[in-house]
């Protein structure tokens, strides 16, 4: 089974060196194996059921707040789009221009 691992170091990476350089976003490109998207589709699934356990008290943590849930719903439909649609980035902007 391919690993996400490297992709998110490199993209984790990419980030922190935005934000210490100041901005307050940065466009990071990777190339992914198509299998990638039914990884992240997996993941989101187990989270959002994840979230679901904690609101109704069944873990003992605390559920995602919105704004975290908002931004893997975006992470996930980008991945997706684009792997499997070979759609164009939809920035986080945009996202939330449209989504609101």
């Not at 490297?6 to 190339?31: K, N, P, S």
């Not at 992240?40 to 109704?56: F, G």
Request: net charge negative.
């Amino acid at each position: 089974m391919i690993s996400p691992a490297h992709a998110r170091f490199t993209g984790r990476r990419l980030a922190e060196q935005a934000a210490a350089a100041g901005r307050d976003t940065v466009d990071i490109d990777m190339a992914m194996p198509h299998e990638f998207s039914t990884m992240v589709q997996r993941l989101q699934q187990a989270v959002s059921a994840a979230d679901e356990l904690c609101e109704q008290m069944q873990l003992l943590t605390l559920a995602s707040p919105p704004e975290i849930r908002e931004l893997r719903a975006w992470m996930t439909h980008e991945l997706v789009a684009q792997i499997e649609d070979d759609e164009p980035p939809v920035s986080w902007a945009d996202w939330l221009r449209g989504n609101a």
